[in-house]
């Protein structure tokens, strides 16, 4: 019978062959993958920096993202700057993609260093298990997108924050804010877990730093943009694409409603944006409810089905907005030692991984792919599977969230196997 024994020595090969195959992965598919949809932007931005980096909200009139991302975007305009990389296609995109694919490697480090104390094996495993998910790779090595930051900056927020870190995490949190508006839908349940583990009293200290670390990367482009920035920076790209669903597979594509105005009256004046904003609402009252109720007060679960039910039941959401549900899902199935989460996990990837693709490939296929005249109804039939999969998944949430035994605060991991 051949048996391997995981050594910590043995651990440390694995990891390292693993990240370097992904790191090299992705590199070769970024290289490959040629195309400016949506990267246009970031060629635009990088070249604008140069000019005046504190002024660049001023200056570069497309530019609309939050300013985490305009620090590495500086670095790779001077790197666009060389000359054997501004006349070479494969290397620009390349450099566009750079940033992206780092830090979908940082999420693999990331992920082992946060389970290793408990289980150097589960560790592993969710080292592995991340470098070689298709969702995340498709979209940091394919597309180009910047989900990866933010997974990484709310995988260390909820880490430090469980295991008691609240100012540390507090700061993350801001710094995940400043790198993706969409972390801005985790506020309810930061908000709601550091109280719950601190006390209304000690939260203001937490809180504080929260908010101080947001207008003290702001303040310098503030000088510049005006005190009012950040909120026209954030209420602003809440209008720019004011659609029932941007190309995501959730209650609105099932109903053919893509790329429909969400101005569009859904009862008398009652429009589909109106009706987000009632379920948004709900949304946040049932995740209060859920909090106070629920046997085990789980970050990961809480995180997963808020985002979850956002995605699926409000307008505006892009096809991407469904990744970071791909950490908390690992995360819960590694605390709770669920093989059902994690089969969930490999379902959700494979859903986001698909959503992206015929997304990608119907605006950047430069050839006639036959599927792609059937690209409505595909996108239709997945919005239906996607519907199937969230009954499932908050079933299967509610149990372990309601389970009798409760859990302790502090993460508890699978026990490490030593023998295969």
Known sequence: MFSLRLSQKRIWSILFCVLIFGFVLRILCGYSYLHYFDLSYYVEWSSGLQQDFFGAYTNISSLDYPPILLFPLYFIGKLMQHPDV?????YTILCLKLTQIVFDMLVAILLYIVVRKKSQVAALMASV????NPAAF???????QTDSMMIFFLLLTFALLENGH?????????IAVLAKFQCLYFAPVYFLYVVYRVGWKKCIVPFFSCIATFFAVFF????KSGWFLPFKLYLGGLDKYGYATYNACNIYGLLRLNTFADSTPYIGNFTLYNLSMLLLVLIGIGLIVVFITATNKCVWLCSFITMYSIFMFTTRMHERYQIPVLLFLLMASIKYKSHGMLNLFTLHSLMIFFNQFIVLCSYTFNWDAKWIHYYDQIFVFLSGMNLVLYVVSMYM??????????????ATYLKPQLQL
Do not use: D
Request: glycine fraction near 6%; proline fraction near 5%; charged fraction near 5%.
């Open 166 to 174: 609240f100012i540390g995490g507090s700061i993350v949190y801001a």
């Open 138 to 144: 498709y979209n940091c090595a394919f597309w180009g």
């Open 129 to 132: 298990v991340w470098c070689l």
């Open 220 to 223: 310098p482009f503030m000088l």
């Open 86 to 90: 501004a006349q070479s296609q494969a």
């Open 397 to 410: 949430a509610f149990r372990l969230l309601y389970a009798k035994e409760p859990t302790v605060h502090t």
